[in-house]
């Protein structure tokens, strides 16, 4: 079946470092891919997501290129933030909304001032 | 964006009993609300899927005789937890939908430690 596998945390970084969460998957058909964002007592965020091949998405900083030959949708900002730190979910869908999804197991993201 | 809520945020029971989770929109009407489970250290696990009015839908593996989904409204789906074991114990997770096309939009989960 679909399957998500994102780099193993915890990841810890200075602020204005640059970020990438590496992000691959494996996909029977041509899947939406999503990453979600969850600040410590809230519940997950859609951050950005690209739907076809060579799409980028884009929100607060963050990008994510979807890349079918290397099946992979990495995340990357260029200057983190404190306020950046959260437990980041790569996920993919196989329609184009959100609604049935596959995770990857997350990845807890902290910068330290 | 839309919210949904999710109650209670923490539970603690005893083994043998039963935890029922409410997952509500609050301003918006959900046709499809989805359970996620989440191990530690592991990704979320779809569950299940509830359309409105209808019964749900539970991916494979998961018993639906011990996690009793009921979408009675289009803003309130519940997840109950009959005889609950320790092994139950984990990080529910609910998202609810506006349609098929539309995005999912998350709780912000239930802790659920069974002792």
């Known amino acids: 079946g679909d399957s998500v596998t994102q780099m193993e945390g915890p990841v810890t970084l200075s602020e204005e470092a640059f970020l990438t969460i590496n992000c691959t998957y494996t996909a029977t058909g041509y899947p939406s891919l999503f990453w979600y964002v969850q600040y410590p007592g809230e519940g997950l965020q859609l951050l950005l997501k690209?739907?076809?091949?060579?799409d980028k998405g884009s929100n607060k900083g963050f990008e994510a290129t979807y890349r079918k030959e290397t099946t992979s949708f990495h995340l990357e900002k260029g200057s983190v933030q404190v306020s950046d730190s959260a437990v980041y979910f790569c996920?993919?869908?196989?329609?184009?909304?959100?609604?049935?999804?596959?995770f990857g197991q997350g990845t807890r993201l902290t910068i330290n001032p | 964006g839309a919210v949904v809520s999710q109650h209670p945020s923490r539970v603690i029971c005893k083994s043998g009993t039963s935890v029922k989770i409410e997952c509500r929109s609050l301003d918006f009407q959900a046709t499809t609300m989805f359970w996620y489970r989440q191990f530690p250290k592991k990704s979320l696990m779809l569950m299940a899927t509830?359309?409105?009015?209808?019964?749900?839908?539970?991916e494979q593996g998961v018993e639906k005789d011990k996690f009793l989904i009921n979408h009675a409204s289009l803003t309130l789906s519940t997840l109950t937890v009959t005889s609950a074991h320790p092994e139950d114990s984990s990080f529910y997770i609910c998202?609810?939908?506006?349609?098929?096309?539309?995005?999912?939009?998350f709780g912000q989960g239930t802790r659920l430690t069974v002792v």
């Open positions: 998202s609810a939908s506006q349609d098929a096309l539309g995005s999912a939009f």
């Open positions: 996920a993919l869908s196989e329609g184009q909304g959100a609604q049935k999804l596959v």
């Open positions: 690209a739907t076809k091949a060579d």
């Open positions: 509830s359309n409105e009015g209808s019964k749900a839908t539970y």
